[in-house]
């Protein structure tokens, strides 16, 4: 739902290991029932300030992403080497597997693959787009970042032009 939440793990029937499990897949702390709370309560407030720390430094990236962009911009005047750090910035602040600069063509017809980035081997993203497809027309219209994963979660099945590069 959001990976950013905080999990903290309550049963009334735990054990050593299953601690140990519920940390392993990511719960920040664990509580056992019956507590009382005077118990809960500093889990709780520890809870809230790792949620609050896991959001600045969201923040704190997202600002850093825009220093670095706008410091490439100030330093090139090489429309190349800008776009270049336009994908670089927007990977690290996603947590998307791929993504892509996609400039527009004169035309208008389609959208051209300029610059891409991948977390893991070569960027699975198509090199052209056509403007007619709905999903493109979406995020024109919108003018926000098409986030593909996103669509193929809602529809159960990935648009045409993304069919090859989502991983399903």
């Not at 999990?7 to 735990?14: A, C, L, R």
């Not at 670095?68 to 080497?81: C, V």
């Not at 400039?103 to 081997?121: F, K, N, W, Y």
């Amino acid at each position: 739902i959001d990976p950013d939440l905080v999990g903290v793990m309550m049963t009334g029937q735990g054990t050593v290991t299953s601690a140990v499990d519920a940390m392993k897949i990511g719960a920040l702390d664990y509580i056992l029932k019956p507590f009382n709370l005077t118990a809960i309560r500093p889990v709780l407030a520890r809870a809230v300030d790792v949620r609050r720390l896991r959001l600045d430094n969201i923040r704190l990236r997202e600002a850093v992403g825009l220093y670095e962009i706008s410091n490439a911009i100030a330093r090139s005047l090489d429309s190349g080497t800008v776009l270049e750090r336009v994908a670089d910035a927007a990977l690290e602040q996603s947590r998307a597997h791929d993504v892509g600069v996609y400039v527009m063509s004169a035309a208008g017809a389609e959208l051209r693959l300029v610059a891409s980035r991948a977390r893991h081997g070569e960027p699975r993203l198509p090199g052209l787009l056509s403007t007619d497809d709905p999903l493109v027309g979406a995020a024109l219209a919108s003018r926000e970042a098409l986030d593909a994963g996103r669509v193929v979660s809602e529809s159960g099945s990935p648009p045409a032009p993304w069919q090859h590069a989502m991983p399903m």
